[in-house]
């Protein structure tokens, strides 16, 4: 079993729906959870930093985390076809130390 | 926000030969840097841990004699792909992190084809 589980997707939606995308951990040290959005053939791009539990609004994103139950989301409002991307969820246990990653999914905004 | 610069975005090199990769902070300095690869449709894949000064930590299954990566100041790491074959083609990607910051930076990353 992978320390971080993600579906792959790919995950298609209308322009304007409402995305829900989720992660789940085995690993009860993680404190530190990020959401990137990597877009083809480019590097990952930070999205949300939350630290422990709790809920984190920035624009259309809102991410949540839920250590109980070891499962953190990352909503995404309105959605556009420019938020057609991988999302990858990352995690650690001690701040700026590795990263444990999901493996990531592929999001497609039908306009 | 913070930039980490990977150069060169894009290189081609004939099998047998070797390539650096260089990854830069440009704006903060980096204590420790991470470099990954990435084969298409996958995650990333963590290869090593640089720290500035000290020698590279690599994962397990990573040859570090064929991934040579020096970390010689806090604003610079390289990697540099040793004797390279077809089959080191991939994506690949530095990382940077603050050495008081809680967040990773990835930089841009490098495609490497190896013909």
């Known amino acids: 079993q992978k320390e971080v589980e993600q579906d792959p997707g790919p995950l298609s939606v209308p322009e304007g729906a409402i995305v829900s995308l989720n992660c789940t951990y085995s690993n009860s040290a993680f404190q530190y959870f990020m959401w990137y959005r990597q877009y083809s053939r480019k590097g990952p791009e930070l999205l949300m930093y939350t630290y422990s539990s709790g809920n984190k609004e920035d624009g259309r994103f809102t991410a949540q985390v839920d250590k109980s139950s070891k499962y953190i989301s990352l909503f995404i409002r309105d959605s556009q076809p420019s938020d057609s991307a991988t999302y990858l969820c990352?995690?650690?246990?001690?701040?700026?130390?590795?990263?444990?990653f999901g493996g990531g999914t592929r999001l497609m905004v039908k306009p | 926000g913070a930039v980490v610069s990977q150069h060169p975005s894009r290189v081609i090199c004939k099998s047998g030969t070797s390539v650096k990769i260089e990854c830069r902070s440009l704006d903060f300095q980096a204590t420790t840097m991470f470099w990954y690869r990435q084969f298409p449709k996958q995650s990333l894949m963590l290869m090593a841990t640089s720290n500035e000064g000290s020698k590279a930590t690599y994962e397990q299954g990573v040859e570090k004699d064929k991934f040579l990566i020096n970390h010689a100041s806090l604003t610079l790491s390289t990697l540099t792909v040793t004797s390279a074959h077809p089959e080191d083609s991939s994506f690949y990607i530095c990382?940077?992190?603050?050495?008081?910051?809680?967040?990773?930076?990835f930089g841009e990353g490098s495609w490497l084809t190896v013909v």
């Open positions: 990352a995690m650690s246990s001690n701040a700026g130390n590795m990263l444990t």
């Open positions: 990382s940077a992190t603050q050495s008081s910051g809680n967040t990773i930076y």
